[in-house]
């Protein structure tokens, strides 16, 4: 919210300097996000007279002027402005000079042969408004020499954040009441004399009654329409308010200064009795930023007989807006349930001045003085005459009041504030505090509940820099891990993955729709009521579409590979229809592995044992046995059937699944292919029995090992990984590698068989292996093959 100094003590008698204001106000909780003072961008302009003006010698649309600053002599400029003439005064910038619009920083230079000493400006080049036609004209009185800035009048201007249980202070006097509060000066009183109207009251109406408690109105006819008055524009400017005309300046000076929106229709294009009601299904209006929206009933509008005026809270429609051609207003102040604003205005995707107040609570108490300070801001502005106040409803304006203990302030707060100050304070912020502390909350504060938010306010005002810093308690000795074993294991999954070449994705955890389904398998999906967007609000089952769609985009951006990992959760529907969160880690692999190159001249993709290395090699990271892991099928139908399988440990827990993905997969992401993907479900992995903190010792062996290679005739359908796993099993201490180095199937090998040739490492434990020895091992590895249908080659 921004709002300038001059703005500020129009409600604040105070000479305390902008760094004292700023300082205050982020003492007492209001961040002040910066501070803008358009004097310093004036500096080196100064009011000036046009002595007299003579055509360029060298140019038709050029005037060569002498201009006088008040100094002895006169300056020569050379301006290209029609308005230009001799006698009127206007804003010259002199050499050294920085022209805030573009930045351009003025030169004594010659302009076609003629010398040129400054510029005169334009209302644009100053950032002053969007006029820029011809030269500032200034009033004839204007005293020449002076600085423009002071001229001017213009102020320094705060820009502070507002949080969003302070909608009291979205006006300039819950600002200003606040310092006064904490004794930077002294809060004006705000006088609003009761207008009286004439004639007859207009109908108003209320039949929402929930949406809309309290309507008051008044007509005002007769009036003129035009520019609003220099100092109301001024103020508007500063708090990032384009000028429009009189009557919708009068409403928004009404909501910045008081946090009090407000609304005005031409009464000639209202049709009888106005109505807060509900709208009808399917109803449609065009607001004033000239959309058209659609309504429902949920929604409360302003209406007349034949159509709807108005979204009630949010904005007000165009077609009964005020123009310059308008006579006769109706005035409208309302108050509309915040909650309701609140689901009204994300349905229709609207953000106003008005939502963000009414949707945090305005001052419900503030009808009839809100009213009257409006009345009069209009007929002091543009005249007519009043009408009799109607009044419809009823504003929920019952106090409350909280039971309050001021020794609370300094068990909540952790500072001592004396009684007699907690009271000033209470009371200075417009609480009511009896003898028995007994403290009534005024209206518009509608976050205070309870003698929490009272200790809030009594600390903050008197000074959130107040209270010391004081350090958690902390035992003696060697700080314990705090981390848990599950992030521990986050951890090393994490730096395993980056140190094999993958770059970690940070994914949405909320998917489109149509993405979440292809990889719920069935499962119900849990989909946002009030989504960030509604592209994206059902929560992710998987990891894989997030990292799916990242590798779509980097591939539409030239990137030839996508090598990505995530670590994070999965979202589900718990049997009691809770969430169940599951941590796991998605790997995707997209694009080309090797870059073609002169010995095959093509680039090699990924295939399906690209992912399964990914995934054995990050189970193991994580503390999976992985030499204890089974393959089997059933990856899901995201995953190519023949090119996809599971690692699970036992029948039935699946720790992870990898392969290529299926061509309806990459189909429904917009992928060319192959793509491989990884999923690691990292709450299956089992913890490690008897973890100690400290490695065990690092024992190298003392002697060498052997290998020995086994040439097998196996069933062609057997799994070279359930050999392996067989002939390791064959003698677990001696044993410790088993691999597959050659695969054949041909010429020599009977029909459905293959060959599978093994490479076994043999380890000695205290002394060297002996000739029988080895031979005994050999024994036991084909006799652990044969168990799986293998047979010795001869």
């Not at 003579?54 to 301006?79: F, I, M, N, R, Y």
């Not at 209202?270 to 607001?287: C, I, M, Q, Y």
């Not at 609570?361 to 809100?370: Q, R």
Request: proline content about 6%.
């Amino acid at each position: 919210m921004k709002f300038s100094l001059e703005w500020l003590t129009y409600f604040l008698e105070t000479d305390a300097s902008v760094q004292e204001i700023a300082a205050t106000l982020n003492r007492i909780g209001h961040e002040v996000e910066g501070i803008e003072d358009p004097a310093e961008k004036l500096a080196g302009f100064r009011v000036a007279e046009v002595l007299t003006a003579g055509p360029h010698p060298d140019a038709d649309k050029l005037q060569v002027l002498s201009v006088s600053t008040g100094d002895a002599e006169p300056l020569q400029v050379v301006c290209g402005a029609p308005n230009a003439r001799a006698g009127m005064k206007g804003v010259l910038g002199l050499p050294g000079a920085v022209v805030p619009a573009n930045g351009m920083e003025l030169r004594k230079s010659a302009i076609r042969g003629v010398e040129s000493n400054g510029m005169m400006c334009s209302v644009r080049e100053l950032e002053l408004g969007e006029e820029h036609d011809g030269i500032i004209e200034l009033p004839a009185d204007a005293p020449v020499g002076k600085a423009f800035a002071e001229y001017s009048d213009v102020s320094p201007v705060f820009d502070v954040a507002i949080t969003p249980n302070r909608p009291d202070c979205m006006g300039v006097l819950g600002l200003a009441r606040d310092l006064a509060a904490a004794g930077l000066g002294t809060l004006k009183p705000v006088t609003s004399d009761p207008v009286e109207g004439e004639g007859k009251a207009l109908d108003i109406r209320i039949e929402d009654e929930q949406g809309c408690p309290a309507f008051y109105a008044r007509t005002i006819t007769g009036v003129t329409n035009g520019p609003s008055p220099a100092w109301m524009q001024r103020r508007l400017k500063a708090a990032g308010q384009r000028p429009i005309s009189a009557l919708v300046d009068c409403t928004n000076y009404l909501m910045l200064a008081f946090g009090r929106p407000a609304h005005i229709y031409d009464l000639a294009k209202l049709s009888g009795p106005v109505t807060a009601r509900r709208a009808k299904d399917g109803e449609r209006v065009e607001a004033l930023n000239e959309k058209t929206y659609t309504l429902d009933s949920s929604m409360t509008v302003i209406a007349d007989e034949t159509s709807v005026h108005d979204i009630g809270g949010i904005m007000g429609g165009e077609h009964s807006g005020a123009t310059d051609a308008t006579t006769d207003v109706l005035l409208e102040i309302a108050y509309f349930d915040p909650e309701a604003i609140g689901v009204t205005g994300r349905k229709l995707g609207i953000a106003s001045d008005a939502r963000t107040r009414f949707e945090r609570g305005v001052d419900p108490a503030f009808l009839d003085e809100g009213l009257d300070i409006l009345t009069s801001l209009i007929l002091k502005t543009c005249g007519g005459t009043p009408g009799a106040v109607t009044r419809a409803g009823k504003p929920p304006v019952e106090p409350k009041r909280i039971a309050f203990d001021p020794k609370l302030t300094a068990t909540l707060g952790g500072v001592d504030v004396a009684e007699d100050e907690q009271k000033r304070i209470l009371k200075a912020l417009d609480f009511e505090v009896a003898g028995d502390w007994q403290v009534t909350c005024p209206p518009r504060r509608h976050d205070i509940e309870g003698p929490a938010d009272l200790v809030e306010e009594v600390v903050r005002i008197y000074g959130l820099d107040k209270v010391e810093s004081v350090a958690l308690p902390r035992a003696e000795g060697v700080a314990k891990a705090t981390a848990s074993p599950l992030q521990l294991t986050e951890r090393k999954v994490r730096r395993a993955a980056a140190a094999r070449g993958l770059n970690e994705a940070v994914t949405w955890s909320f998917l489109p729709t149509q993405a979440a389904q292809h990889f719920a398998d069935g499962a119900d999906l849990w989909v946002l009521d009030n989504p960030i967007s509604e592209d994206l609000k059902a929560m992710r089952p998987s990891l894989l579409p997030g990292l799916l769609m990242a590798a779509k985009r980097n591939a539409d951006r030239g990137a030839d590979t996508s090598r990505l990992f995530e670590i994070g959760r999965r979202y589900f529907r718990a049997a009691n229809g809770a969430s169940d969160e599951k941590p796991t880690l998605g790997v995707v692999l997209a694009g080309e592995k090797t870059q073609r190159g002169w010995s095959d001249g093509k680039a090699e993709g990924f295939d399906a044992y690209d992912a399964k290395a990914e995934a054995l090699a990050l189970l193991e990271a994580a503390g999976a046995p992985v030499d204890n892991l089974m393959v089997f099928g059933e990856a899901g139908a995201q995953f190519h059937p023949g090119q996809s399988a599971t690692l699970r440990l036992g029948p039935k827990n699946v720790l992870a699944r990898f392969g290529a993905l299926h061509p309806a997969t990459l189909k429904a992401f917009d992928l060319d292919g192959p793509v491989v993907a990884v999923e690691i479900y990292l709450d299956a992995i089992p913890a490690r029995k008897n973890a100690g903190f400290a490695r065990a010792p690092y024992a190298p062996p003392a002697l060498q090992a052997i290998t020995r290679d086994f040439a097998f005739l196996v069933p062609a359908n057997l799994a070279a990984g359930d050999l392996v796993k067989a002939v390791r099993g064959a003698d677990k201490q001696a044993i410790v590698e088993a691999r597959v180095f050659d695969v054949f199937a041909g010429a020599g090998v009977p029909e459905g068989r293959k060959s599978l040739a093994l490479e076994v490492t043999l380890r000695p434990g205290e002394k060297s292996f002996t000739e029988a020895e080895i031979k005994a091992l050999s024994d036991k590895i084909v006799a652990a093959a044969s168990k799986q249908g293998a047979e010795l080659r001869g």
